[in-house]
């Protein structure tokens, strides 16, 4: 076989299975070295957590890098059982050998510290970081290849606008949880014309307690190919009475919305979410998500209700986490219910907070609701 083939057969193996396909044969012994993906998850490090111990794996890993003679062009590290020198190792190889993908991932406390290394791998093209502290360099000058971001729990340090800023060809930006002390100007993402997937905290945005459903809107419009939308509402505050105004502009491109953190019993929000929700007149999948665990307010205050435009939305599939039946949940479902006769399913993950009982009855109230749709199906798991 060439070994061309031979190398994306050993990329589909395990790493640990990749390296004792070299016991094959003699013609095998080396094949491995050509591996263009290093995958050190889970699953490596309990491997050899089972055969080796925990004390042995920078040697393993240093003794496996220095067999490797390809440029490589994706890697998923998790750092937590890694000391600090065996990450900075790790990381200034990837850099060399012109990383293309890269994920990071940590459990750590406190955050493991990212090297500089990282930041002069000019080839990466995506970029994947979780769980640890991201510090660009005065020096730092950019990814000028980076097509896609995603930083979750981390703690970003230095100004984000100018990291940004620094990364001019970014198609996918996920923010969603991010530590950060600053402020994020909407101009400084409108700038990413080629951007279709956005995920951002609402409160990191320069506009924060006095924004309205109209400062979505004038930064969603310089984003015309934006496919894919997700806001987390974590202390975020709308202006009262900003919820339900109408923007002129129409998103074609849009298909898909998370909305996550929500507190339902925030008549404010829901409106402002409700109005974004039928503001996107092609979005075909829907995912909204309360806040786990919260008691909510005793005195809710209900969604300004607004009348049902049959037939007007072409959601295909809406999910709910965190599901309370509260008034105003049981609102949205069944408005999405009413307006949206392509529906094929809604799916409903219940809080943990409501007894196997109420869960019942919920279930038992939801299924008689009206659909638009004749085949959409309500999963209650």
Same mark, same amino acid.
């Given at each position: 076989m060439p070994d061309s083939v031979v190398t994306n057969i050993l990329q589909r193996l395990p790493l640990q299975d990749a390296v004792r396909t070299g016991i094959l044969s003699r013609n095998w012994r080396f094949k491995w070295t050509m591996l263009t993906q290093l995958i050190f998850d889970t699953n490596f490090f309990a491997h050899l957590i089972e055969r080796r111990g925990e004390n042995t794996f920078g040697m393993i890993i240093s003794r496996l890098l220095l067999h490797l003679n390809s440029t490589m062009t994706k890697s998923v590290l998790v750092l937590t059982l890694l000391d600090v020198v065996d990450i900075h190792h790790l990381i200034l190889f990837l850099s060399e050998k012109g990383i293309k993908d890269l994920t990071l991932t940590s459990w750590c406390k406190p955050q493991v510290k990212l090297p500089t290394h990282l930041f002069s791998s000019l080839e990466l093209k995506h970029l994947n970081i979780s769980g640890c502290c991201f510090n660009p360099p005065p020096s730092f000058r950019g990814f000028p290849n980076l097509l896609s971001l995603e930083l979750c729990n981390v703690q970003f340090g230095g100004d984000l606008g100018e990291f940004l800023a620094q990364c001019p060809l970014l198609e996918s930006l996920d923010l969603g949880y991010l530590s950060y002390s600053g402020n994020l100007k909407p101009a400084e993402i409108a700038?990413? +014309?080629?951007?279709? @997937? &956005?995920?951002?905290? &609402?409160?990191? %945005? +320069? =506009?924060? =307690?006095?924004?309205?459903?109209? *400062? @979505?809107?004038? %930064? &969603? /419009?310089?984003?015309?190919? %934006?496919? +894919?939308? #997700? &806001? *987390?509402?974590?202390?975020? =505050?709308? @202006? +009262? #009475? #900003?919820? /339900?105004?109408?923007?002129?502009?129409?998103?074609p491109s849009l298909k898909a919305i998370k909305l996550t953190r929500i507190r339902f019993s925030n008549g404010v929000v829901l409106s402002f979410a409700l109005e974004t929700i039928r503001h996107f007149s092609n979005l075909q999948t829907l995912e909204i998500t309360g806040i786990m665990h919260l008691v909510d307010d005793p005195v809710p205050v209900l969604i300004p209700i607004p009348e049902v435009e049959y037939n007007t939305m072409e959601l295909r599939s809406v999910v709910f986490n965190d599901f309370k039946g509260s008034e105003n949940e049981v609102y949205l479902l069944k408005y999405f219910l009413a307006c949206s006769p392509s529906l094929k399913k809604i799916v409903i993950h219940p809080d943990w907070s409501l007894a196997l009982g109420e869960q019942f009855m919920l279930a038992k109230k939801l299924l008689k609701l009206h659909r638009a749709s004749p085949i959409a199906e309500i999963h209650f798991d």
């Open positions: 700038k990413f +014309e080629n951007l279709k @997937i &956005l995920s951002l905290s &609402l409160c990191h %945005l +320069e =506009t924060t =307690t006095t924004t309205s459903s109209c *400062d @979505i809107f004038e %930064l &969603l /419009r310089y984003l015309p190919k %934006l496919q +894919e939308l #997700g &806001l *987390d509402f974590h202390d975020y =505050t709308l @202006i +009262e #009475g #900003g919820a /339900r105004k109408k923007f002129p502009t129409a998103f």
